[in-house]
């Protein structure tokens, strides 16, 4: 891999100008044959026989089953709205990653083989022939997107880079090239049920260690159960959140709120996964494969309600494609939204006050906030358009005493990706995930200047991961993203907490 | 009737067939290939209602270009405001003054607008070029078509503008001209140079618009990320290729 420099941070943000080909290199490790086959793709990494007819076939069928593909093909004006909102663009100046040219990598294809000019003038109207040169370049852009729809809100129209992405990869997969990190990730599900590969046992391991050390910490029997049939709540949140920091800190706050809400609640080791890695590859069979576990999860250990963690395309997944792919719920409480999100649950229990909280414990800290691109843009949290905002910040203010947003132009739905979205959380690569966080980074270094902002919070698995490994690169510590329900999980006092530490000192000032 | 006047006629009806059937077939294309799962850009309207006022922005104040850009916001809005403008004007040629809307189109008001639209279309369009020559980024991305198109669309405007103020066309003889179209009872065409480029570039831009990106018409309202309603928890979204499959290995049972 390339040597390559961090990108230099700057006050206000700056619209490169176009270096073409400075990403070219990038491009994620191929699937093998094993990763492809088991996710009904041929193929090992070369390109199949008979791979340009295949290639158009299925972008035909794509055309034909995808309303957003075929609108989106020739409704683009070419106006360059979007040209300077890709993090991706910002941080590699590479013109391709512009969402317009990205799109164009398909589209002067489509024009080529499915329009009247693009036949007869293709010259005139910028359509190109298909070649192994622009199957490359493919595989190497499309990877270089993280599907998080922010170009999508200053088009014109609305076109979504992302549905364009998604196609684009699922006809690639079907040519032989797969992307190696999303495919695998995909496998283990089917396979064992979550992204981890983590076994029942495994899994039971896991939460009887968090269980004790929760309980050691603040002397109150939390329970973290699995597989327990007829309770009320199946808890579906990201394998993450079982071992990763600071992931499973929001866990053992999601525990608390269920404890002190005196609810019943449960993990299935069958579905032990919110996260959906379909999405990413854009195939509509794995992404319902992966969703259907959860359906057979709930009906197995019957219960009542489904709540997801902090966790942002699965959220996406769960809040807008769960009753398609795995509906209906009839079988569920009416009285509750299928599925509901941690932060709904939580919010809720804040405004019926039945959740006390010592705001001071977080009283070290500064927060920010960073609105996920899959919650803002992808999803709803809450009742109301643009609930997805204020819940979580609801929620911060209600057990932090510290708050600052950052600038307004990078946060709601203008948000900035973290830069590791959309299948790219891979060391593969790297490069351009460190420079794909430029802009996200500078919105997050003023207000650490101007507002004496300490940690960031996050309500997104990948977003959380993503910053642990970047923020070092940009002269920031790992430890300074945080999840919500960790700042909960803070503030929180259970009943019965405490009191351990208050007999101590009673020992102790009697000795 | 002369020669030119036939063949005018005839590209005339050529043209619009093109246009129409062009546009229709689209259409169709658009409303027939299916919307499988809900993709609507949040925050996005819970009802029908909240959709149309998230058209009627866009439509009318071009809101999302607005947040994205401001010169190409400017540029592009006054052209488009212009267009309307100019056509609403041009009606003149298309309406008898025998029809209820003769005294509407008459006003002065929107006469002289009319004619302002025709300079600011101009100004609109000659920012919209610039940009796209000089500005790297859009430089990148524009093709051949993308610099004609606009060509087109000036050339238009300025033989349009050429004719009202520089050199009039025997606008008496034009308007029983077109009103002959629609009549099927055919009159000549005045024959100056002027007017023919005008009406044989408004002819190129009918054939071409629906193998190009005017498209953008008619299929801005068949993007899901802006006119889907966010509701898929409340009701289940189902394409009629998913129902087949669900209905094929029951896993949805």
């Not at chain 1, 009753?323 to 409480?333: K, M, Q, R, V």
């Not at chain 1, 919070?457 to 923020?471: D, G, M, W, Y």
């Not at chain 2, 809005?77 to 509407?104: C, E, K, N």
Request: charged letters at 20%; one cysteine or more; proline letters at 5%.
């Amino acid at each position: 891999m390339a040597d390559f420099e961090v990108p230099e941070t700057r006050e206000f943000p700056v619209i490169p100008t176009i270096m073409e080909g400075a990403m070219a290199h990038s491009s994620p490790y191929l699937a093998k044959e094993k990763f492809q086959q088991e996710l009904g793709f041929p193929g090992d990494g070369q390109l199949i026989d008979g791979w340009k007819e295949t290639f158009l076939n299925k972008l035909a069928e794509m055309l034909g089953k995808y309303r957003s593909l075929q609108v989106f093909m020739d409704i683009c004006v070419k106006c360059g709205a979007c040209t300077d909102k890709c993090h991706y663009f910002l941080g590699t100046a590479d013109p391709k990653n512009m969402p317009v040219a990205r799109q164009d990598l398909l589209r002067k294809v489509y024009r080529r083989y499915f329009t009247l000019p693009g036949k007869l003038f293709p010259k005139l109207v910028g359509a190109i022939d298909l070649t192994e040169e622009v199957i490359d370049d493919m595989y190497s852009y499309y990877h270089q997107c993280s599907e998080c729809r922010r170009c999508s809100v200053f088009c014109p129209y609305g076109i979504d880079t992302a549905e364009v992405t998604m196609a684009a990869r699922d006809i690639l997969a079907h040519i032989g090239k797969g992307q190696k990190y999303s495919n695998e990730i995909i496998a283990k599900v089917h396979k064992i049920g979550n992204n981890l590969g983590l076994p029942e046992p495994a899994l039971a391991d896991t939460l009887e260690g968090l269980e004790e050390e929760v309980e050691e910490d603040i002397g109150v029997k939390v329970r973290y159960p699995l597989d327990e049939k007829g309770a009320d709540i199946l808890l579906v949140t990201p394998s993450a959140d079982f071992f990763a920091e600071p992931h499973v800190d929001g866990l053992i706050g999601y525990g608390k709120v269920f404890h002190a809400a005196g609810v019943s609640w449960t993990i299935s080791s069958k579905a032990s996964e919110a996260a959906n890695f379909g999405l990413f590859i854009g195939n509509y069979e794995n992404m319902r494969e992966i969703s259907l576990r959860i359906r057979e999860a709930a009906k197995e250990l019957g219960v009542k309600r489904i709540i997801f963690g902090e966790c942002g395309h699965a959220w996406r997944v769960a809040y807008n494609f769960l009753n398609t792919l795995a509906g209906p719920w009839d079988f569920l409480d009416p009285n509750y939204p299928v599925p509901q999100h941690i932060l709904e649950f939580t919010s809720d229990c804040l405004d019926r006050g039945i959740l006390n909280i010592d705001k001071s414990q977080n009283d070290h800290m500064t927060l920010t906030f960073h609105d996920s691109c899959n919650i803002a843009r992808a999803s709803r949290i809450g009742s109301f358009p643009g609930s997805q905002f204020t819940i979580p910040r609801k929620v911060i203010k209600a057990v932090c005493n510290n708050f600052y947003d950052m600038a307004p132009e990078t946060i709601h739905d203008s948000t900035f990706c973290c830069g590791g979205g959309g299948g790219l959380l891979t060391d593969d690569l790297i490069e351009l995930r460190i420079k794909g966080a430029l802009p996200r980074m500078e919105a997050l270094k003023n207000v650490i200047a101007e507002n004496g902002v300490t940690h960031m919070a996050a309500i997104c698995a990948i977003c959380k991961s993503q910053f642990t490994k970047v923020l070092p690169y940009y002269g920031m510590t790992m430890d300074q993203i945080v999840s919500v329900h960790q700042l909960v999980s803070n503030a929180i006092i259970l009943e019965g907490q405490g009191e351990e530490d208050e007999d101590e000192d009673e020992t102790d000032e009697a000795a | 009737m002369t020669a030119l006047s036939i063949l005018y006629v005839l590209l005339f009806y050529f043209a619009i067939a093109v246009l129409v059937a062009g546009v229709v077939n689209k259409i169709l294309q658009y409303a027939r290939v299916p919307a499988p799962l809900k993709i609507a850009v949040t925050p996005a309207p819970l009802t029908k209602g909240g959709v149309v006022w998230r058209y009627f922005n866009e439509i009318v104040f071009f809101n999302s270009l607005f947040r994205a850009t401001k010169w190409t916001w400017i540029f592009g809005w006054i052209f488009h405001v212009a267009l309307l403008l100019a056509f609403f004007r041009h009606l003149r040629y298309a309406i008898s003054p025998d029809s209820f809307l003769w005294p509407l189109i008459n006003l002065e008001v929107v006469q002289s607008f009319g004619k302002y639209a025709g300079f600011a279309m101009v100004v609109g369009l000659i920012g919209l070029f610039g940009r796209r020559l000089f500005v790297d980024r859009v430089r990148y991305i524009s093709a051949p078509s993308d610099y004609l198109m606009l060509v087109l669309i000036m050339a238009i405007a300025g033989s349009g503008l050429f004719m009202h103020y520089v050199s009039h066309t025997d606008i008496v003889q034009l308007k029983a001209f077109i009103l002959g179209l629609f009549y099927f009872d055919w009159q000549n065409l005045p024959g100056d140079t002027l007017l023919l480029v005008h009406l044989t570039l408004v002819l190129a831009l009918m054939i071409i618009f629906p193998y190009s990106k005017l498209l953008h018409v008619p299929g801005l309202f068949f993007a899901p990320t802006r006119y889907q309603i966010d509701n898929p928890r409340e009701k289940r979204h189902l394409a009629p290729w998913a129902a087949e499959m669900e209905a094929r290995d029951g896993k949805n049972a």
